[in-house]
């Protein structure tokens, strides 16, 4: 599996911005996309995920911020992110998880830089 992330960049706090994360290669077998975030000095944290059945998952520092949307059977998973925050600054990586085997994914990160 290989996944595409794109749609990082530079925002003035309040604003927003969308990432869009697109996989490809053995994809029959993956169950969730999310994205996960890693600040500087911070760990890895999840972001957001939605399921195969449409379920979706958010971080509690991102809830009613940020939206999650797309389809899982189709490969295409995008995360709309509004009313930006400084501490929303990070590397945003996009992950897929499989069932079987159960394995995860990375892609290969995109910089959001949120301005205060």
């Known amino acids: 599996v290989q996944l595409q992330a794109s749609g990082g960049g530079l925002v003035q706090a309040g604003g927003s911005l969308r990432l869009s994360c697109a996989a490809s290669?053995?994809?029959?077998?993956?169950?969730?996309i999310g994205w996960y975030r890693q600040a500087p000095g911070k760990q890895r944290e999840l972001v957001a995920h939605?399921?195969?059945?449409?379920?979706?998952n958010y971080a509690d520092s991102v809830k009613g911020r940020f939206t999650i949307s797309g389809d899982v059977a189709k490969n295409m998973v995008y995360l709309q992110m509004n009313s930006l925050r400084s501490e929303d600054t990070a590397v945003y990586y996009c992950?897929?998880?499989?069932?079987?085997?159960?394995?995860?994914?990375w892609g290969q990160g995109t910089l959001v830089t949120v301005s205060s």
């Open positions: 290669g053995s994809t029959f077998s993956i169950n969730r």
């Open positions: 939605i399921v195969s059945g449409g379920s979706t």
């Open positions: 992950n897929a998880q499989t069932l079987r085997p159960r394995e995860d994914y």
